[in-house]
């Protein structure tokens, strides 16, 4: 009778990272949210933003990639700037880099997902001119 229990944790205790596994491939978080950041924006008179550290190699590889598309950004770097850190932290906080580009917010370095918000970003501009 007590053989039971404990065979039933033992194989839930080698399961369960497969099935975590299995629900995060067949489920994957969002690669952006959507939403009005329009605030932030203004205040950093930018339709680009981005939360940074100075000592990050994702953050650099960000920056590369938006200077190599004549990106104008506001790059707010948490570990040099108190202000920018306050902004990060009221924000989520959380990982490096963080961008607002347009409507989204991309949290790491998702470059799908960062090529594509610039060129919605770009069409919506031209759209309004």
Do not use: W
Not at 1 to 22: D, H, K, Q
Not at 81 to 102: C, H, M, N, T
């Amino acid at each position: 009778m007590l053989l039971l229990p404990i065979l039933f944790f033992i194989v839930g205790l080698y399961s369960a990272p497969i099935a975590v596994r299995t629900y995060h491939q067949l489920f994957p978080e969002p690669a952006f949210r959507i939403g009005d950041f329009n605030a932030l924006h203004s205040q950093a008179n930018s339709e680009v933003v981005m939360f940074s550290t100075s000592t990050c190699p994702y953050c650099k590889e960000a920056r590369a990639l938006l200077d190599a598309r004549n990106i104008n950004y506001k790059d707010y770097v948490t570990d040099v700037s108190k202000e920018a850190e306050g902004l990060f932290e009221k924000r989520g906080g959380g990982a490096v880099p963080l961008l607002y580009i347009g409507n989204r917010e991309i949290r790491g370095l998702q470059k799908q997902a960062i090529y594509e918000a610039l060129a919605s970003l770009k069409s919506s501009v031209s759209s309004k001119n």
